[in-house]
């Protein structure tokens, strides 16, 4: 069964600062990763995929996977306020969209 | 940009009633599935749904629950004698492929059962 921990409480930061995320997932088997954003009362939405190990830019964001430590990673580059939300990590075995959710990180960017 | 809609966003209903949300998923979508998240909880799997027919679904996913496609475009998820704990945002989602994670998620249907 696949288990999703993201384990750091509310993440604040300077506007124009680097914000980082972790995430660690418990089964070897997880071949796909991914970065949902949550703004409060919405629902999720996709910003960062990740199926290799090492690191996958897009924009600001920065997905880091490493599959020998099982852990999963999201750099938020310059901050902005628009960034505050709660990132949730998600795993996935490959052909298979059945999700497995993290709880989420809180990130609030301070102006 | 298509999107993929639920109804109703609300629903406030009585324990043992049935109750039926709603989705229409964006259009060139061939696979859909229902979410779930429990106030202050993870966003957790129901179920998948693939050439009309369940695909995958959790422990979660009882005799309880159901899921139809009745017209090609709607897709819903019936809960047939609803319990205090399936009080939850229940979240619809497409995807156009099965591999990507990429799923579109509406904007959820809040159900309070009291």
């Known amino acids: 069964q696949k288990e999703v921990e993201q384990n750091s409480g509310p993440l604040s930061v300077p506007e124009g600062a680097i914000a980082s995320l972790n995430c660690t997932y418990s089964d070897r088997g997880s071949q796909s990763f991914f970065w949902y954003r949550q703004y409060s009362g919405k629902s999720p939405e996709l910003i960062m995929s990740?199926?290799?190990?090492g690191d996958k830019e897009d924009g600001r964001f920065t997905a880091q996977l490493n599959k020998a430590s099982q852990y999963v990673s999201l750099l938020i580059r310059d901050s902005q306020p628009s960034d505050s939300a709660t990132y949730l990590c998600?795993?996935?075995?490959?052909?298979?969209?059945?999700?497995?959710f993290g709880k989420g990180n809180q990130v609030v960017v301070i102006p | 940009e298509p999107e993929v809609t639920q109804t109703p966003s609300h629903q406030v209903t009585q324990m043992g009633q049935e109750v039926i949300l709603r989705c229409v998923p964006i259009s060139n979508h061939l696979y859909f599935y229902w979410y779930r998240q429990i106030l202050g909880q993870k966003v957790e799997f129901l179920v998948s749904?693939?050439?009309?027919?369940?695909?995958?679904k959790s422990e979660i996913f009882d005799d309880q629950f159901s899921v139809e496609r009745p017209d090609g475009s709607n897709f819903t998820l019936k809960i047939r004698s609803t319990k205090l704990e399936d009080s939850a945002m229940y979240f619809c989602?497409?995807?156009?492929?099965?591999?990507?994670?990429?799923?579109?998620f509406g904007e959820g249907s809040r159900l309070t059962v009291l």
């Open positions: 989602a497409s995807s156009g492929d099965s591999n990507t994670g990429e799923l579109f």
């Open positions: 990740i199926y290799s190990n």
């Open positions: 998600a795993a996935s075995y490959y052909g298979n969209n059945r999700l497995a």
């Open positions: 749904f693939y050439n009309n027919e369940i695909s995958e």
